[in-house]
Nanobody, 115 residues
């Protein structure tokens, strides 16, 4: 069983930055597609950004140009740098790891952006 632990969430004002991190216990971490998803109150969980090993990130249109996903295969970690945060970025942010038919989720970290 792969464990994912997110950190770095918090309460910030609009325009601020946060950096989320996700550490994993995944063996052969480099084979996993890693991603960040978020869920706002009353809404469905949505993809924010994903990254494959050795590849660039893919982003939701709503965060393009503001968020950057990165991974450190040696440390088995994935990060999400979030700049120019907006109130609509508020939600619980989840780390996700996918390999084949296996998909794992972290417990989530709360991000709240006040206007």
């Amino acid at each position: 069983q792969v464990q994912l632990v997110e950190s770095g969430g918090g309460l910030v004002h609009a325009g601020a930055s946060l950096r989320l991190s996700c550490s994993t216990s995944a063996p052969y971490f480099s084979v996993y597609t890693m991603g960040w998803f978020r869920q706002a109150p009353g809404k469905q969980r949505e993809m924010v950004a994903t990254i494959i090993s050795g590849g660039s990130g893919s982003y939701a249109d709503s965060v393009k140009g503001r968020f950057t996903i990165s991974r450190d295969n040696d440390a088995r970690m994935v990060h999400l740098q979030m700049n120019s945060l907006k109130p609509e970025d508020t939600g619980i942010y989840y780390c996700n790891a996918v390999s084949g038919r296996n998909s794992y989720w972290g417990q989530g970290t709360q991000v709240t952006v006040s206007s």
